[in-house]
């Protein structure tokens, strides 16, 4: 269907309908703690990069879930992978591995 | 002494004879492809090592590594043996045969096949003193030969009696090789026990040929037993490159490249190559492993991974959920340092420089207040007691110190490194590099052995001391800056991976628990110390795989019963606390603290 | 002394009830407005959080409660006290001395069509819990052949606007438990949780949402939903707020399940009246005492239990009922 009418700016909507599964479903064998968020922001409040620069793995999360990989990687390239997180997060996801495959995953080399 | 024979030979020599020029010719083209691996200053490195004064010291070692074996001694000595006796034996049996050869029948030195079946093709003629003295070397060691083999066997059905409670699975090759093994030596035993009565023997052999006599009236008959020892020995050969034995010979090889001061730098050519051949798949690594407490890690214990590396399949898995804890390390009684290669195959998919480190560069320097610059970096921000127990003690001891990384650290790069990425890891030092170098300080002080091992071995600070807390606090107690009382609690210490066996500090923490209270041992410290299983070298273990090795870790460190597990880092105590039901979980610099006068 | 006592209600806290009054020794009447006991339970298929069979448990509670003396299809029409004993007039006519009365006549489920904007009634695709409750148990597939979808959180609760501002307290863990159910019957399906917050503060909620992400593939977004749309397919377009990356989002929806909440019962204000007690700003009945006595009311003889008085779990309405037994026993003993 041909969108008509007034509609919101196509960059800051979110279409679930669009979202590729197939990669998701890829990090999740690699990761399967991806699923377990609860989005806390433990980890975001922890983040040793996040005193500098914007860095959030839960927000990056809800993003990939959300079909908007490249904000997800774009904000996770800042990471320094010191593992704190993983240290923190109340649901024992392996943050670093999730944080790498992401970034293999969406990222530019796309491993 | 004559020979029987006039040409010196027989048909049953070429199964061994085939076997030893192919396993030479193996060796040969393989060194040579070691050596060509090497880049150029790695030759140049072993071109100088090629010096009388260093070729001494590596026959040393070989004599020690590959014959007497003692590092295995010192694991187990029923283990240490059945390697010794098999390995000297063996070799003594080589050397003996030789100058047999040389003192009996000149003629036939150089034929490669002499030695070995030397009884079969000589004749006594009279008995002299000094024959008979050959005679008895000879089946002295060939029974110290069986009694490693007949250990060797009982260890295949019983490995817990030798100290083992795991031993490596088999594949075919090794079959091949270790039953070859196991039947060369009676074989051996046969054969010669049949021809004594001509060749002569000494207690063992003459003995049994008298009891064989009775059965075989034509020693002739012998011969198939010699057939049947030359197969075994020709099967061994030819099964070598494919067996975990190859060990025998490559060690040497890597020994001499150790020696020369040579290091893998990639997990698949030239050192590396070496190590890979030389594991001898003993499995002493899988009962070291912390990752074998979880049942089916155990297939990515070290021995497998360097298995997978040798068959040319991959590795990953093994590779990179490994902790990069260094026992296997530690205990291998061949030296192969394989989380140097694991970490050399992570940086070869890892390296790929996917990070973003640009906002370091808005990171202002500061001149720092005192001439100790402290960084307690990522981890000891999670445990603040850490931090504020040192700077009770700095303050009593009246040192000027400032806190570099007070509002938020930057990582030291250690974590990133492990996860193989060196290029991201070598932003992160050159911007704490600045930063440190800019402050002025004399004093780098640490608390994380994390920070502490790669601000040593990768910052090159130059003219800055780089001290981990626990040997800056025990400087202090030594210079009398500070004093402590001994309490009544009593401390179990844990070695964190990265301090201990990392950067080999294990008594500065001891001593400083020893003037504090009574330190109690643990059954595995030291270089043996259980990884807490918080460790940032795995990347991919999960949560509760990690539990369980925390759980494991805790298990063995309170043994007996001690009041504190102490401990020096950040990440074990974040580990252990919330997990030890058995005791309290305490930093050192906690317990000094707790403890000053 | 009387030993004869009143229960208004026959759903679980009516039953229980009375199974404790019976082992103590009193007569129990039951007066239950339909034609079967058993309430809001009769209707459901399983329950949380592990999954226990809803009727086996309603079995479970009659066996024990049938020597009471049931009134199917009828109602309480008068009650007066005189003597320290209450008579009770039904709509049959029949005239019961008591000396006690339990009020146990629960919730009503808020009627998710007045929630105009989610579309109840109006859109095939929208169904309410009740309705999934009951595709559950009578096996109906139509339902199940949706490959896309939502659970809304919160219909017709935390909202003033429906003149609730209470918190349901079971619809969290309900929708969880739903759309793991669902997700068994379909594995292929995307299920989404449309939630304010999570509230799983019972034991074994949170194991249950652990396995609704993990096992379940379940995604949980932060945002209540504002508008439900039918697309030329028929499909349901549904909008909210990711209020997590603060993003307005957009999904397309085969089945859409809106979570309806524990409203007070319509008749609560009669009850009141009748009895002479007082009701909350909600329409829950008061309690005179609520931090001290689950059950106590400011008229002597006349307690409560169970969900008349707010959203209650089962194990708790069943707690509830077994004290109000305990609290009739002590009032009748004095």
């Known amino acids: 269907m041909k969108e008509f009418g007034y509609s919101l700016s196509p960059s800051s909507r979110v279409d679930l309908d669009k979202v590729d599964k197939s990669k998701q479903n890829r990090l999740f064998a690699l990761e399967p703690g991806f699923k377990k968020c609860m989005s806390c922001g433990s980890c975001s409040a922890t983040c040793s990069a996040g005193n500098y620069t914007d860095v959030s793995l839960r927000r990056a999360i809800s993003y990939i879930q959300n079909g908007q990989d490249q904000l997800a990687v774009n904000m996770l390239r800042n990471c320094m992978l010191c593992g704190k997180c993983l240290i923190i997060c109340p649901r024992g996801i392996n943050t670093r591995n999730l944080i790498r495959n992401i970034l293999n995953v969406y990222g530019e080399k796309q491993i | 002494m004559r020979e029987r024979f006039l040409f010196g030979y027989d048909p049953f020599v070429l199964p061994f004879t ?424 004399k004093t780098l002080l640490l608390s994380c052995p994390i920070c502490y091992k790669i601000f040593k071995e990768e910052y090159q600070l130059d003219g800055i001391e780089v001290v981990h807390h626990s040997v800056f606090i025990n400087k202090l107690l030594k210079s009398g800056q500070i004093k402590i009382k001994k309490g009544i609690e009593t401390y179990v210490y844990h070695d964190p991976c990265e301090l201990g066996r990392g950067t080999g500090i294990y008594e500065q923490p001891r001593e400083l628990l020893s003037v504090a209270g009574t330190l109690k041992e643990s059954p595995e410290e030291r270089g043996e110390s259980i990884c807490c299983g918080g460790s940032l070298g795995s990347l991919t273990m999960p949560a509760d795989k990690r539990r369980k090795i925390t759980e494991h870790s805790l298990d063995i460190l309170n043994t007996n019963n001690p009041d504190i597990v102490a401990t020096a880092c950040p990440l074990c105590m974040r580990t252990f606390s919330p997990l030890n039901y058995k005791s309290e979980t305490a930093d050192i610099a906690q317990i000094i603290s707790k403890n000053l006068i | 002394m009387n030993r004869e006592i009143l229960i208004i209600g026959g759903g679980p806290a009516g039953l229980e009830c009375a199974n404790s009054l019976i082992s103590l020794g009193y007569k129990v009447f039951i007066v239950e407005k339909s034609a079967e006991p058993g309430g809001h339970l009769r209707k459901w298929d399983r329950l949380f959080p592990y999954g226990a069979s809803a009727s086996e448990t309603l079995e479970k509670l009659l066996q024990q409660s049938n020597k009471a003396l049931f009134f199917y299809e009828t109602e309480v029409k008068s009650i007066k006290k005189s003597d320290g004993v209450f008579i009770a007039t039904l709509s049959d006519e029949t005239q019961l001395h008591v000396g006690s009365i339990v009020v146990a006549t629960g919730f009503s489920l808020f009627p998710a069509a007045k929630k105009e904007e989610y579309g109840y009634g109006i859109y095939n695709g929208v169904i309410t819990n009740a309705d999934l409750e009951d595709a559950f148990k009578t096996g109906k597939k139509e339902f199940f052949k949706a490959n896309r979808v939502g659970f809304v959180h919160c219909v017709g609760s935390r909202d003033e606007k429906v003149c609730n501002r209470h918190c349901s307290k079971v619809c969290c863990v309900t929708a969880v438990k739903q759309a793991c159910e669902f997700k068994d019957l379909n594995p292929e399906a995307e299920v989404y949780c449309f939630y304010m917050d999570l509230r799983m503060f019972g034991r074994g909620y949170e194991d249950l949402y652990l396995k609704a992400q993990n096992k379940y593939g379940i995604r949980f977004i932060r945002g209540r939903v504002s508008e439900v749309a039918e697309d030329v397919d028929g499909c349901l377009v549904l909008k909210a707020e990711d209020t997590l990356t603060s993003r307005p989002l957009k999904v397309t929806l085969d089945l859409l399940v809106l979570m309806s909440g524990i409203s007070k019962n319509p008749d609560n204000d009669e009850i009141a009246l009748m009895l002479g007690i007082d009701t909350d700003e909600d329409g829950f009945l008061s309690l005179c005492e609520p931090n001290l006595n689950n059950n106590k009311t400011q008229v002597e003889g006349v307690f409560l239990t169970g969900s008349v008085t707010g959203p209650k779990t089962l194990p708790e309405t069943l707690n509830e009922a077994r004290a109000a037994a305990l609290a009739v026993h002590k009032y009748l003993s004095r």
Request: aromatic share 12%; charged share 20%; with cysteine.
């Open chain 2, 18 to 441: 085939l076997g030893m020029v192919f396993i030479v010719l193996y060796l040969l083209i393989g060194s040579i492809r070691i050596i060509i691996a090497l880049d150029k200053q790695e030759r140049m490195l072993l071109l100088k090592s090629m010096n009388p004064r260093q070729l001494i010291i590596t026959a040393k070692d070989v004599f020690v590594d590959c014959l007497l074996h003692i590092k295995i001694f010192k694991r187990n000595l029923l283990l240490g043996y059945m390697h010794f006796s098999i390995a000297f034996g063996w070799f003594m049996i080589i050397l003996v045969g030789h100058l047999e050869v040389i003192l009996y029948t000149p003629q036939r030195n150089g034929v490669l096949y002499y030695p070995v079946f030397f009884r079969y093709f000589v004749m006594e003629t009279q008995q002299t003193l000094r024959g008979a003295f050959f005679f008895f070397l000879m089946d002295l060691f060939l029974l110290m030969i069986l009694s490693g083999i007949a250990l060797a066997i009982f260890k295949r059905f019983r490995s817990m009696a030798l100290g083992m409670r795991r031993t490596t699975k088999l594949k075919l090759g090794d079959r091949f090789a270790l039953y070859s093994l196991w039947a060369i030596f009676p074989l051996r035993l046969l054969a010669e026990s049949f021809t004594a009565n001509i060749s002569g023997g000494s207690f063992l052999t003459k003995s049994i040929n008298h009891l064989v006599h009775g059965f075989v009236t034509n020693p002739d008959n012998a011969l198939p037993i010699w057939w049947s020892y030359s197969i075994a020995l020709g099967v061994f050969l030819f099964s070598l490159p494919f067996s975990r034995y190859m060990h025998i010979p490559t060690e040497i090889i890597l020994i001499f490249l150790r020696n020369a001061g040579i290091k893998a730098t990639s997990f698949r050519n030239g050192y590396a190559e070496s190590e890979i051949y030389s594991c001898s798949r003993c499995g002493i690594c899988i009962d070291a492993c912390p990752m074998g407490v979880n049942r089916g890690d155990i297939k990515f214990s070290s021995v497998y991974t360097i298995r997978l590396l040798r068959r040319r399949e991959d590795p990953s898995e093994g590779a990179e959920k490994c902790l990069m804890c260094n026992k296997c390390v530690e205990v291998c009684p061949v030296g192969i340092n394989s989380t140097r290669l694991k970490l050399l195959y992570r940086q070869s998919i890892n390296d790929s420089g996917q990070h973003n480190f640009s906002y370091l560069s808005t990171i202002k320097e500061r001149e720092s207040y005192g001439k100790v610059l402290y960084y307690a970096g990522c981890m000891t921000h999670l445990t603040p007691v850490i931090y504020r127990s040192l700077f009770n003690i700095l303050d009593k001891a009246g040192v000027d110190y400032t806190f570099m990384d007070k509002d938020g650290s930057v990582c030291c790069g250690r974590p990133l490194m492990l996860s193989g990425d060196m290029k991201g890891a070598r932003e992160l030092i050159e911007n704490n590099k600045r930063v440190i170098k800019a402050s002025g300080c």
